[in-house]
């Protein structure tokens, strides 16, 4: 493995009538660690305020981290898991 | 990559796996459709219809009136003049005011007219407790369709199976009645316990009615249940392990009933456990517990019912979770049928 990672991004997908929200939580995610993951597909859903979104994958690879669990809260800005690319 | 370990590819929530066998299905066949409260821009209030608008719009994705009569009604006529209906009730407890056209109708018109007509629908509907919603939004009653002859019943507990049974039952020319608990379908603001969420195949796949699952098997002890308590089932059989042999076994579909599955089962243990979050009387425990007894009397050494008890079900959070059974009122149980 290359060692370098991509990392999944809560900013990316933050949507622009929540500027105001700082935090939001995990409700799901659709991969474990180990699993081959394709950009674009799901493979998260987060909350804010009442707001589900779901998380595509940044790039096409293996999800080798994931830093905030399912039900963990998180601020606006944090890493939610690493990607490493293929 | 060579030595990465192979892990699932997705994982699914039961609500999504709902969603996924739908929206395969109408795109497969123009004739099926979908219809209810809130199911177009809202996608369900249990997301079970989450995202099916922005694929196929308003004309197959039918927000309809707070009119369970009107609206149950003419998901059958479409039925029966060839259209494959997906028919939400939001609650399993707003079902009184339609059922004439559910039970005299959607259940009785195929024999009826001596199969000159047809009913292939599937009236979906939210059921369960757990999140204070009180004694009208939060019944199972699941006895109470299975009552009634004409219609079948399915109940998922899992993402995987959720998917299999919706592509069974929208396929079934049969009207079939699909009930999802909601604290099982992994939405934000009511997150599902550990269990429901499952690899689900990118394949449709279908599940035959009548095949229950032994999610669990074991020697000492059966326990047989349905929805929700699959998961607090296997919890308990989990915390008795190495002091109890527990077998959890999931009906997946009441109508038709996986009878031999039950038999073959207590003809190991010798005892049964049925564990269901409806009322206490006149419902699916004791139609196991008649079964267990006409098909294995001689084998069955003690049964016990875990169950809602005979009362509305509370508002007070204490109070619902006193009345809903629990891990430990199985493992309870489990423990007196061995005593």
Known sequence: MSGDTIPVDSEAVWPADAEDVEEAVVSNWFVREGAAVTQGDAIAEIQIEKVSIDVPAPTTGTLTDIVISEHDEFRRGSVLARITPD | ?339
């Open chain 2, 1 to 339: 990559m060579s030595d990465s370990e192979t892990a699932p590819e997705r994982e699914l929530t039961m609500s999504r796996a709902i969603v996924d066998a739908i929206a395969s299905e109408m795109r497969a066949n123009d004739d099926v459709f979908v219809m209810g409260e809130d199911v177009a821009d809202y996608g369900g209030i249990f997301d079970s219809t989450e995202g099916l608008l922005e694929e196929f719009g308003r004309e197959k994705i039918m927000d309809v009136p707070i009119s369970e009569t009107g609206f149950i009604g003419a998901a059958v006529g479409a039925a029966q003049v060839g259209m494959r209906p997906i028919a939400e009730l939001m609650f399993a407890d707003f079902f009184g005011v339609g059922m004439d056209q559910i039970y005299n109708q959607m259940a009785k018109n195929t024999y009826m007219s001596g199969s000159g007509v047809r009913v292939p629908m599937v009236l979906m509907t939210a059921v369960g407790g757990t999140y204070n919603d009180a004694a009208q939004h939060s019944q199972t009653l699941y006895g109470t369709f299975a009552h009634l002859p004409g219609m079948k019943v399915v109940v998922p507990s899992t993402a995987a199976d959720a998917k299999g049974l919706m592509h069974a039952a929208i396929r079934d020319d049969d009207p079939v009645v699909y009930m999802f608990h909601k604290r099982l379908m992994g939405i934000g603001w009511m997150p599902a316990p550990d269990g429901p969420k499952t690899p689900v195949s990118d394949e449709d796949y279908t599940i035959e009615f009548g095949n229950a699952d032994i999610k669990r098997r074991g020697d000492d002890v059966t326990v047989v249940t349905l929805g929700l308590h699959v998961h607090r089932a296997l919890e308990a059989a989990n915390d008795l392990d190495g002091e109890i042999d527990t077998e959890v076994i999931d009906l997946r579909t009441l109508v038709p009933l996986d009878t031999e599955t039950v038999l073959e089962s207590v003809r190991k243990t010798g005892r049964l456990v049925v564990v269901d979050e409806d009322y206490h009387s006149f419902g699916v425990s004791g139609e196991i517990v008649a079964r267990a007894a006409e098909g294995g009397l001689d084998d069955l050494s003690a049964v016990r019912r875990v169950t809602m008890p005979d009362t509305p079900i509370p508002y007070a959070r204490p109070l619902e979770q006193e009345v809903n059974p629990g891990a430990d009122d199985i493992a309870d149980a489990i423990r007196g049928v061995t005593e």
